[in-house]
């Protein structure tokens, strides 16, 4: 008699954006219940769990080619309102489910969630976590989170900080696990390459003044002048038009439309492992790409140039011994990062990224066979302990304080229909519109 086959578990991603998505993916592949997945997505597609993808409609919904450059398959995906997703959880069956949103979108989902698992008897295992560096809005965005089964921290040091903030305002802290970025991996760097590249990883909203990502990319391109024998790329997140995490005013693509670079800087786009496989200096203001870089140990710089702050992020690799300034590097500056602070950021560089989710995997195995199912969700904020703040949370997702669809929600039981699909495209790129071109216009009037 053959052996019967193990029973492939079932998983929904929530996404709000491209890098939200990669995240909540590689994350839900990494943690599913079964045999490691440490190397990611599994190539035989009878071996790994089920996965259902969710797109929440928005600002910065994905387009095909930022999916495309992502490259994480799905086994079904779509783009739904937060009131369509609670009526798909309502009526499927799911052993785990990741909420890859901004703070705001988890909190209400946990509500809704709560609110349709009211009446069952069994309910997934809720993940939620960070997609990259926590370096700003560390208690809101966390107790935003509270009420996951599972707070993933990617790193040792995030996940004391988490703990320290929960237990601070008297919230449970089991659910903080340590665990790692889940998209780091790919061969560590060798040597140098010819010709020698150089790679500034852009970000969309930092630095966020036209002055200075004008100097940036005007430094980029001094770089490559100066150094002719070298290959200056610059790696971008996004075309013009599309929104990643983060909302991009001045693309980089139209402020270089001024310049005349030299034959040997040019823009490219991509995956950001792709690009790492053949780099030999990462550049960058405070992109999770220098921990990715680093994970590969290729030679990274956190630049200088602009000041060391909080609201650049780059304050977050004090210690690191990445910190450096274009003139250096114009001089032949090498970095030599600090091996004990990349040990603590989950960067994990010794060798050890196999075992890095292990923990979580163990609690959700522990959690799916909690005799008598699992109990109601219980976030920290309630309408009792923040009824000043919760209502306006979950009322932007078209929910009531329960947790309740508002009346007048968008429907979910049919497709929109042309006419509706028109108006949502014509929406989105005004929107668009009017951050990339008619916002920057009234900030510069407002200086004068």
């Known amino acids: 008699m053959p052996a019967s086959t193990p029973k492939r578990p079932r998983i929904a991603v929530l996404a709000d954006s491209d890098t939200r998505w990669k995240w909540g993916a590689l994350t839900a592949h990494r943690i599913a219940p079964g045999p490691s997945m440490e190397t990611g ?86 993940v939620t976590g960070y997609v990259g560096v926590v370096y700003e809005k560390l208690a809101d965005g966390l107790l935003l989170r509270h009420g996951a089964d599972l707070v993933l921290a990617n790193s040792r040091q995030d996940a004391d900080r988490f703990r320290a903030v929960y237990e601070g305002v008297g919230a449970d802290a089991s659910s903080v696990t340590e665990v ?28 966020d003044s036209r002055r200075d990502r004008t100097y940036l990319l005007n430094r980029l391109v001094q770089h490559a002048r100066k150094h002719p024998e070298r290959e200056v790329l610059l790696k971008l997140r996004s075309k013009p038009g599309e929104h990643t995490t983060h909302i991009e005013e001045l693309p980089y693509q139209k402020l270089a439309q001024r310049l005349d670079p030299p034959a040997n800087f040019r823009l490219v786009y991509g995956n950001m492992g792709e690009v790492l496989d053949r780099t030999d200096l990462l550049v960058t203001v405070s992109s999770t790409a220098a921990l990715e870089s680093l994970h590969r140990r290729v030679p990274t710089v956190v630049l200088t140039d602009l000041g060391v702050r909080e609201s650049l992020g780059n304050h977050h690799f004090v210690g690191s011994g990445c910190l450096a300034s274009w003139d250096q590097l114009d001089a032949g500056y090498r970095p030599a990062p600090d091996e004990e602070w990349v040990a603590r950021q989950g960067v994990v560089a010794d060798g050890s990224y196999e075992a890095a989710f292990d923990a979580a995997r163990e609690r959700i195995a522990g ?60 929406a989105r790129g005004a929107y668009r519109h009017g951050v990339q071109r008619v916002a920057p216009v009234i900030r510069r009037m407002g200086e004068l």
């Open 41 to 126: 997505p599994r190539e035989d597609p009878q071996g790994g769990p089920v996965l259902d993808g969710f797109l929440l409609r928005g600002r910065a919904t994905p387009t095909p080619r930022q999916l495309e450059e992502v490259g994480v398959r799905a086994d079904s995906l779509r783009e739904v309102t937060a009131v369509e997703f609670l009526r798909a959880m309502a009526g499927e069956s799911y052993d785990l489910l990741v909420l890859s949103l901004v703070g705001g979108g988890v909190q209400a989902m946990l509500h809704g969630l709560k609110r349709v698992w009211e009446n069952r008897t069994s309910r997934p295992v809720v």
């Open 367 to 426: 959690l799916l066979d909690r005799p008598g199912g699992l109990p109601p969700l219980a976030p920290y904020y309630t309408p009792a302990t923040a009824p000043g703040y919760l209502p306006g949370i979950l009322a932007r997702h078209h929910l009531g304080p329960d947790g309740t669809p508002l009346p007048g929600a968008p429907a979910a039981d049919q497709e929109p229909g042309p006419v509706r699909q028109i108006v949502r495209r014509a």
């Open 180 to 207: 790692a970025l889940p998209f780091l991996g790919g061969a560590a760097y060798e040597g140098e390459h010819d010709p020698y590249r150089v790679v500034f990883a852009a970000q969309p909203s930092v630095p």
